[in-house]
């Protein structure tokens, strides 16, 4: 079997551990699929697991590792953020949410979106708030948090 081939059954194995919440079986797995052929998507989901285990500098270390094999990946630069935001920085965070938007390799746009509108609402910036979660929905619109969340805060606005 090529390496290729056993990192993606590995990198699929540990998902699958990661569902179940086993997570050290997880990080296992991971690790080990990176050891065989390193993915920035193995690196982000590794970093998305020590995130679940409130390990988040270890957390970004694989996120940035993951921008090492693969700047084009949206995801670690919008996880990056998430773990920013969960560690009370409402102003580093942006940048990395921004730099989300601009990745060429990303399935959903929405979540920066809705990220930035979380963060400027915390910090009273309502109508960029409002903005963001509004470009969440443009981007996926039966996005329900970003419509709740629009909702609610154009409830604080009127």
Not at 69 to 84: A, K, M, Q
Request: proline content about 3%; charged content about 25%; hydrophobic content about 40%.
């Amino acid at each position: 079997m090529g390496a290729k081939r056993e990192a993606i059954e590995l990198f699929q194995r540990a998902y699958q551990s990661q569902l179940a919440n086993d997570y050290e079986e997880a990080i296992e797995l991971y690790q080990r699929s990176i050891a065989t052929y390193p993915t920035a998507e193995a690196h982000t989901f590794l970093g998305w697991v020590y995130s679940f285990q409130d390990r988040y500098d270890e957390a970004i270390e694989q996120c940035l590792e993951a921008i090492r094999v693969d700047d084009t990946l949206g995801n670690p630069y919008n996880d990056i953020g998430s773990y920013l935001i969960a560690r009370g920085d409402l102003y580093g965070c942006v940048r990395w949410f921004k730099r989300a938007l601009c990745a060429p390799r990303y399935e959903s746009y929405a979540f920066p979106h809705l990220n930035l509108g979380r963060v400027y609402e915390a910090r009273g910036r309502l109508l960029d708030a409002a903005r963001h979660y509004g470009l969440a929905l443009e981007q996926q619109p039966a996005f329900d948090q970003a419509a709740r969340a629009l909702r609610r805060l154009q409830a604080r606005l009127n």
